[in-house]
């Protein structure tokens, strides 16, 4: 099973951006869907986007025109933009490819 590692979260002021990246111990991202969720305290895992082999993304509503998903393969890692972060973006966010998760990175965006 691939393992898959987040990183690059943290605290950021409300408008601010980050990077976050999602490092899969073997290549994968050229076969499968990678996508990135973040979940809040006391709600539900939600979808944020997902980048298909071929390239297409998809994007949950609340973060379209702000977050960018993207990925390089010979670095077997997949990337989420977060520009114009807003309080309501701040979540735990995991990574998920094939049939793993990865551990999550905490986004906290203060107001």
């Known amino acids: 099973q691939v393992q898959l590692v987040e990183s690059g979260g943290g605290l950021v002021q409300a408008g601010g951006s980050l990077r976050l990246s999602c490092a899969a111990s073997?290549?994968?991202?050229?076969?499968?869907?990678a996508a990135w969720h973040r979940q809040a305290p006391g709600k539900q895992r939600e979808f944020v986007a997902n980048?298909?082999?071929?390239?297409?993304?998809n994007y949950a509503d609340a973060v379209k025109g702000r977050f960018t998903i993207s990925r390089d393969n010979t670095k077997n890692t997949v990337y989420l933009q977060m520009n114009s972060l807003k309080p309501e973006d701040s979540a735990i966010y995991y990574c998920?490819?094939?049939?793993?998760w990865g551990q999550g990175t905490q986004v906290t965006v203060s107001s």
């Open positions: 998920h490819s094939a049939v793993s």
């Open positions: 073997r290549s994968i991202f050229g076969t499968f869907v």
């Open positions: 980048i298909a082999p071929g390239g297409s993304t």
